[in-house]
């Protein structure tokens, strides 16, 4: 097993609803935002590529909760011969051998028989028309309470009496704003070109669901606009060429759902493997 290639997914990951991810404050102001978003330290809200991936890899293991579950089940029986483990149960798959855990990596505990993680997810910074928008309020912004984010006002409703609970404040990304993301998936073998589908479901997935929290209740909504999906070959780096476009340039801008299987066009840049 060795690298053949890498594959490269770039385009805009569009709110289309309010996004809260949540950061860490370093200071605490009286009549300040209660839950606040991460942000860069220059203070500019971003979507950091762990969230990104670990969303992802979570809807893809829903997928397969039962497999799941039975390999945790067969786990947790041979635990209970070893009285010392006091370890607890989860019911994220760590097995190393599934197309998950081929994609998206294992502990370090858990024997890479198939080779090192394959997927890396870049963070995803704010778009910076989008974020010239916003320092001027213009458009959409014109609004926005923040420099980058807008606050809504939330209470808790106390279901016997009818009485407001304590209200906070949450700090989220407004709808409309664009972030830049870029995925890169390493092939090593033949099978990880149709994993690479798997990717794309993923995805797809995720426009379905939520990223962030307070998903429940209207938050982070997301679309993914595809910009490129290329690839560059081990002699395309060792002859510092430009990366091979794997999609249709005259499409422009393209949606999940416009997304075409490029597993054909990948082998036929690979080669035989």
């Not at 935002?33 to 969230?51: F, L, M």
């Not at 829903?62 to 497999?67: H, P, S, V, Y």
């Not at 039975?70 to 051998?97: A, V």
Request: glycine share 8%; hydrophobic share 30%.
């Amino acid at each position: 097993m060795q690298l053949k290639g890498k594959l490269f997914v770039k385009g805009k990951i569009v709110a289309m609803t309010g996004l809260h991810i949540g950061g860490s404050k370093t200071d605490v102001a009286i009549g300040d935002i209660d839950n606040s978003v991460i942000k860069t330290s220059e203070g500019v809200p971003y979507i950091p590529g762990s969230s990104l991936k670990g969303k992802i890899r979570a809807l893809l293991e829903k997928t397969k909760l039962q497999e799941i579950m039975d390999i945790k089940k067969e786990e947790k029986e041979e635990k209970e011969e070893n009285s010392d483990d006091n370890s607890k149960e989860t019911y994220i798959c760590n097995c190393g051998e599934c197309e998950v855990c081929v994609i998206f990596g294992t502990g370090a505990n858990v024997d890479k028989r198939k080779g090192p993680t394959r997927l890396i997810v870049r963070d995803a910074f704010l778009n910076e028309k989008t974020r010239e928008k916003m320092l001027k309020k213009e458009g959409e912004y014109k609004n926005l309470q923040l420099i980058y984010t807008e606050s809504k006002w939330e209470n808790s409703i106390n279901r016997l009496t009818s009485k407001a609970g304590m209200p906070r404040q949450t700090e989220r990304v407004p709808q409309g704003a664009e972030f830049d993301f870029q995925l890169i998936y390493n092939v090593m073998e033949n099978e990880d070109i149709d994993r690479f589908e798997k990717l794309i479901y993923g995805l797809r997935l995720l426009e379905d669901d939520y990223l962030g929290g307070n998903g429940s209740r209207g938050y982070g909504k997301v679309q993914f606009i595809i910009d490129e999906i290329s690839i560059k070959t081990i002699p395309v780096y060792l002859e510092n060429k430009e990366t091979i476009s794997l999609l249709d340039k005259d499409k422009g801008q393209i949606t999940l759902n416009e997304v075409p299987n490029i597993s054909d066009k990948i082998k036929e840049v690979l080669g035989e493997m």
